[in-house]
Structure formats: structure tokens, C-alpha cells
């Protein structure tokens, strides 16, 4: 199981250098993004489609393989497919064009429009993600956390602790997938079938991989807070910074770019404007 979300890549690229508070904003710029309305179905599919280009662009300028994170996550397509067919199933109040007729079941475009808006935006989600955790350092994770939850020390907000739980979350991602490939190997090889068998003899494969799992888990925890409790660390303590953050232009830029990227995002959900019918495109009826 090669799982790439949550895995630092070094590589010495644009994207690397960029200051880590940067990307945080830019991630957080570009997930409001996705969640906004940009007036017809078809408009925000198109809008989704060039912040896809976008994030692909990105992604090639730092070395991120973002096929490779697709490819670890089959399960992702599995939910896709039971969202499809409980929207078969369960269309609720439908109506508009017909897309095709499976024997006495009626499927609408508007399904297949919701369906794809569940996809897309999980797609993308996960594409921003794993371009800012591929490209930035655990410990400048953290800072940036740090410098985004600042305001809230003042209410008396445990910054710090929070910061540190979501990198080392994030950390573990992927030594978590890694231990989770060991176990079902060892396990396959005593015997245990994942795949095959009827449904009870499943779940006992599935407890055989879970407890394992959460024994290595805790094992692992267990020895990073020794590690950590070694080098002197103590959380209420008052942090000191190893390396202190330099702007530079790189970043000047970057910010500018956010900043023209949100404006325009912005524009496109205030106007709503149709690019179809300024083309006099004709387009199936969704409601």
C-alpha cells in the first residue's frame, strides 16, 4: 500500500520554497473555492474543471504525484459507487430530462450532476491536500498552524497542542498505511482471505486486521511520546523557534496570486455569469 497523503517529498522546487503560512493560506483559499456556487450545475462544473487544471499545474512545478495518491485509494471509488446507487435508488423529487432508463428505474441528469459534484470536489479536496503535505515539512506544518490559530491564544486557546496533533496526524498517515499492508500480509499468509468468503467469515478477517492494528497504533504512540519526552519537550512550555521564517519575494508573489486567484473566485460566484448561453449551447434540463 503506497499511500502518498501525508508523506513529505524532498525535492528543491518553487513550491518547496514558498513560506509554509503561504500554502496553508493558499489551501485554505482554495477549499473555500470549491465549496462555493457559481450559479448553474454546469457552470460549477466547469469552474471545478479549471482549478483542476490549476492544482494540476501546481502539482507537476513540485513533484507531486497526484495519480499515485489516486491509485492508493481504491476505496475512494467504491464510495463513489454506493453514492451513485443510492442516488439511483433514492432519487427523492426529481424532475427534468432523463439521461437513460435502467428497466422501470429512471435516471435523470440531475443525479448524475449530484453524484459528479460529490466526486469532484472530493477529488480536488484531496488533490490540495496532498500537494500542501507533499511539499511542506512536518515541523513548518506546524509553525504554519501555529501562526493560522495565534488569534485564539488570546481566549486562551492551547494553540500549540492543537498544531502538534495535526501534523503528527497527518504525519502518521502514511506509517499507518504502511503497518496496515504488513499486517494483512502476515495475516494472509497464516490463511486469512480478505476478499473471498461469505460475510461473516469476512468480519473475522476485518477483527483480525483491526486489533493488530490499533495494538501497533498505540505501541507507536507510545514510543514517539517517549521520544519526545527524551529530548526534553514539554508542551505548556514556552516555545522557541529553531528557524525563524524569511520573506522573501517567492513569497510576495505567492500571496499576490492567492489573493488574485480568491478575488476572481469571488467575482465568478457574484456574477453567477452562464458561459453556455453567452454560446448558445443547448444543455440538458435539470430541474
Known sequence: MNLTLGKYSPFNTVIHRLDSRIKL??????????????????????VYAGIFLILFIISLIGHVSFLQLF???????????????????????????????IGSLNVYYLTIINVSYILVRLILVMMMTNVFT????????????????YPLKFIGFPIHKIAMAISLALRFIPTLAEETDKIMKAQASRGV?????KFKDKIKAIVSLIIPLFMSAFMTSGELADAMEARGYDPNAKRTRYRAYRWSLKDTCGVILSALFLAGMIVLAVKQYDLFALLNVSLPILS
Request: charged share 10%.
Open 71 to 101: 491509485r492508493s485509494l481504491k476505496g475512494l471509488w467504491v464510495m463513489v459507487l454506493f453514492i451513485l446507487i443510492l442516488n439511483l435508488l433514492l432519487p427523492g423529487k426529481t424532475s427534468g430530462d432523463i439521461a437513460f432508463t
Open 193 to 197: 482471505d480478505f476478499k473471498q468468503g
Open 134 to 149: 507533499s511539499t511542506t515539512k512536518p515541523m513548518e506544518m506546524t509553525g504554519a498552524l501555529e501562526w493560522l490559530f
Open 25 to 46: 493560506v493558499s489551501l485554505i483559499v482554495f477549499m473555500v473555492s470549491v465549496f462555493l456556487n457559481y450559479g448553474s450545475a454546469y457552470m460549477n462544473l466547469v
